[in-house]
């Protein structure tokens, strides 16, 4: 069964990109410092960091300075995605096997948490027909100057 998914481009004191699953009645999130990548030879560093509601999936806009996250906030890419196996199961193992049916993101990837690190994962894009071994990350906002 699909479930949805967003990926905010967050411009807080560094910019970087939050992947949020729907999982478990809950936005699943990982903190991407340089944003998910088309290309398999890219392993992209993903910091497991705390759940958020599921009306969260929607939020665009500005964090208030002195709050957490504070910053602009937008959507870089959202959709549906589906897991190989029971999510809530394999993200306890540690590894999901994703499918994404997004606008930017689309195909199979990995979501691999290192054994020695419970917060720090890696994700990997397969080497399917949607790989992009010349992928070059944009985003949607300009940077704050």
Do not use: C
């Not at 392993?43 to 500005?62: C, E, M, N, Q």
Request: no cysteine; charged share 25%; net charge neutral.
């Amino acid at each position: 069964m699909r479930k949805r998914f967003v990926i905010h481009e967050h411009h807080a004191r560094q910019l970087h990109f939050d992947l949020r699953l729907e999982i478990g009645g809950v936005l699943k999130s990982w903190a991407v410092p340089k944003g998910v990548s088309m290309n398999p030879a890219e392993k992209r560093l993903a910091v497991a960091v705390p759940d958020h509601s599921l009306g969260y999936i929607d939020f665009v806009g500005t964090i208030s300075e002195g709050s957490y996250g504070a910053g602009r906030v937008a959507i870089w890419d959202n959709g549906e995605f589906e897991t190989v196996g029971n999510a809530e199961e394999t993200l306890q193992k540690g590894k999901l096997i994703l499918n994404f049916y997004g606008k930017k993101l689309q195909g199979g990837f990995s979501l691999v948490k290192f054994n020695d690190q419970p917060k720090n994962w890696l994700i990997i894009k397969a080497d399917d027909e949607f790989a992009d071994y010349g992928w070059k990350l944009e985003t949607v906002l300009e940077p704050k100057k």
